[in-house]
């Protein structure tokens, strides 16, 4: 039978039904690897401050280095019983060196051991998640080079704005991810791991002795160095460092729903500027011809579950009094469900865009829509003296006319152009409904 951290103080045996009300070991046993590195920073400071004798201390480290072993093949099962993985790691380990194992636990509280551990799964989540973005933004970036010539409409409202290079069109999505990623970063330097809070009031350890380098542990102890904690009921009831993470993942996670949905749009009938690849398509159960871009779907539907698990954590914590409370126990199951989500999408969307074929010919006939050259129209006339608001006045009615009319501008006679600017030149303006001559006129720009 699984043994609890807790229990002389109860005279009965837990119902069943609390049991399984209140157990987490089926979520938080992805915090497996996490707690051991933890607990072996534990045993080192156990060590320094006189609580395990150096050969109390070589055999709980040779213990935990067996069980990060077997969660690293991904063998280690924790009992039916555990109420959470550091019970089940606890209970593994005394069956390892018996009633030493029960040393292990002395100035530590899970309060203390989760947030460790909740902190280094943040850590190195964060890094993988720095990665997969990184090799979008690389995707976007060369299908941005491979298609550089390319000028599409540009779009406010989903109208036709002016012409604008694709490149730039991608390359707008490449700086939402970088921000991204500045933002991760940002999150990552600012998490710091802390241990000797107890379970809320510090313990009779030296506050020095709580110093540990992350390379004096190994695995992914590398990723972080340990001190005391400035305020002890802080470090065990803070999940700033959650809800930070969870805004900057449903930031991240919008950002790949607005281009999932420019591709959606792109890729219809009606648009015809890309084609998806049929390896990232899906088919209809009733229509054969159906190609349907469910990745691209799935994508944008998810921002919708990103911005919840934020909003969910949120709403735990904004009425908690200090300082640890079971219901904090309810951050994990979000923050692991956005780490996966953001990581799958950015590693789906990768290897989408690497086979994105744009359709230069179908693009190209959109950019015949006069309509995206009046701003240009406008600028011509205000170089030859007319102001701004004047210019725009003028180029309205004249769309207004041509599409009125049902004739286009470059082919009005020098007359009818008279009648709105006598400042209109019928041989200068027809340069000017040109895609590229637009594009190179923005020099505002860094190229």
Same mark, same amino acid.
């Given at each position: 039978?699984?043994?609890?951290?807790?229990?002389?103080?109860?005279?009965?045996?837990?119902?069943?039904?609390?049991?399984?009300?209140?157990?987490?070991?089926?979520?938080?046993?992805?915090?497996?690897?996490?707690?051991?590195?933890?607990?072996?920073?534990? %045993?080192?400071?156990?060590?320094?401050?006189?609580?395990?004798?150096?050969?109390?201390?070589?055999?709980?480290?040779?213990?935990?280095?067996?069980?990060?072993?077997?969660?690293?093949?991904?063998?280690?099962?924790?009992?039916?019983?555990?109420?959470?993985?550091?019970?089940?790691?606890?209970?593994?380990?005394?069956?390892?060196?018996?009633?030493?194992?029960?040393?292990?636990?002395?100035?530590?509280?899970?309060?203390?051991? %989760?947030?460790?551990?909740?902190?280094?799964?943040?850590?190195?989540?964060? =890094?993988? #998640?720095?990665?997969?973005?990184?090799? =979008?933004?690389?995707?976007?970036?060369?299908?941005?080079?491979?298609?550089?010539?390319?000028?599409?409409?540009?779009?406010?409202?989903?109208?036709?704005?002016?012409?604008?290079?694709?490149?730039?069109?991608?390359?707008?999505?490449?700086?939402?991810?970088?921000?991204?990623?500045?933002?991760?970063?940002?999150?990552?330097?600012?998490?710091?791991?802390?241990?000797?809070?107890?379970?809320?009031?510090?313990?009779?350890?030296?506050?020095?002795?709580?110093?540990?380098?992350?390379?004096? $542990?190994?695995?992914?102890?590398?990723?972080?160095?340990?001190?005391?904690?400035?305020?002890?009921?802080?470090?065990?009831?803070?999940?700033?460092?959650? $809800?930070?993470? =969870?805004?900057?993942? #449903?930031?991240?996670?919008?950002?790949?729903?607005?281009?999932?949905?420019?591709?959606?749009?792109?890729?219809?009938?009606?648009?015809?500027? +890309?084609?998806?690849?049929?390896?990232?398509?899906?088919?209809?159960?009733?229509?054969?011809?159906?190609?349907?871009?469910?990745?691209?779907?799935?994508?944008?539907?998810? #921002?919708?579950?990103?911005?919840?698990?934020?909003?969910?954590?949120?709403?735990?914590?904004?009425?908690?009094?200090?300082?640890?409370?079971?219901?904090?126990?309810?951050?994990?199951?979000?923050?692991?469900?956005?780490?996966?989500?953001?990581?799958?999408?950015?590693?789906?969307?990768?290897?989408? %865009?690497?086979?994105?074929?744009?359709?230069?010919?179908?693009?190209?006939?959109?950019?015949?829509?006069?309509?995206?050259?009046?701003?240009?129209?406008?600028?011509?006339?205000?170089?030859?003296?007319?102001?701004?608001?004047?210019?725009?006045?003028?180029?309205?009615?004249?769309?207004?006319?041509?599409?009125?009319?049902?004739?286009?501008?470059?082919?009005?006679?020098?007359?009818?152009?008279?009648?709105?600017?006598?400042?209109?030149?019928?041989?200068?303006?027809?340069?000017?409904?040109?895609?590229?001559?637009? +594009?190179?006129?923005?020099?505002?720009?860094?190229?």
């Amino acid at each position: 039978m699984s043994k609890k951290l807790w229990g002389g103080r109860f005279g009965k045996k837990t119902d069943p039904l609390v049991e399984e009300f209140t157990k987490s070991v089926h979520f938080d046993k992805r915090l497996a690897a996490y707690d051991v590195v933890g607990s072996m920073a534990h %045993v080192k400071i156990l060590k320094k401050s006189g609580y395990l004798k150096t050969v109390e201390a070589s055999r709980l480290l040779k213990a935990l280095a067996s069980v990060q072993k077997s969660v690293a093949k991904g063998v280690f099962k924790p009992g039916a019983a555990d109420e959470d993985i550091h019970t089940a790691i606890q209970n593994t380990l005394q069956k390892k060196v018996g009633d030493l194992a029960l040393k292990l636990h002395t100035a530590r509280s899970r309060n203390d051991q %989760v947030a460790v551990a909740t902190k280094l799964y943040c850590k190195v989540s964060l =890094l993988k #998640a720095e990665v997969a973005i990184s090799g =979008l933004i690389d995707a976007l970036a060369a299908s941005a080079d491979k298609n550089k010539r390319i000028i599409m409409p540009g779009f406010t409202h989903l109208q036709h704005a002016q012409p604008v290079y694709l490149k730039d069109h991608l390359g707008a999505y490449i700086e939402m991810l970088k921000r991204d990623i500045g933002r991760l970063q940002r999150i990552s330097a600012f998490i710091k791991v802390t241990m000797g809070s107890g379970a809320l009031a510090g313990t009779p350890i030296n506050a020095a002795s709580y110093f540990v380098k992350g390379r004096e $542990i190994g695995g992914f102890g590398e990723a972080f160095d340990i001190s005391a904690a400035v305020n002890a009921l802080d470090a065990v009831s803070d999940r700033d460092f959650v $809800i930070e993470i =969870l805004s900057a993942l #449903a930031i991240t996670g919008v950002h790949l729903s607005r281009f999932s949905e420019d591709l959606v749009i792109w890729s219809t009938k009606e648009f015809g500027f +890309v084609d998806i690849d049929d390896a990232f398509c899906t088919g209809s159960s009733l229509m054969p011809q159906k190609r349907n871009p469910d990745v691209l779907e799935l994508a944008r539907g998810y #921002a919708g579950r990103l911005c919840g698990n934020l909003v969910s954590v949120l709403t735990t914590m904004k009425g908690l009094p200090l300082t640890y409370n079971r219901d904090m126990q309810l951050d994990k199951e979000p923050l692991f469900d956005s780490f996966r989500i953001v990581l799958s999408e950015a590693k789906v969307l990768t290897g989408l %865009v690497k086979t994105l074929k744009f359709n230069a010919g179908k693009i190209g006939k959109q950019l015949e829509d006069e309509s995206l050259y009046a701003t240009d129209l406008v600028y011509y006339l205000v170089k030859k003296g007319i102001a701004f608001k004047n210019a725009h006045t003028i180029v309205g009615k004249l769309v207004k006319y041509s599409a009125d009319k049902g004739v286009e501008i470059k082919h009005m006679a020098q007359a009818d152009l008279g009648k709105f600017s006598d400042k209109l030149v019928k041989r200068e303006i027809v340069k000017l409904f040109d895609p590229k001559v637009s +594009v190179e006129s923005k020099r505002s720009i860094k190229r």
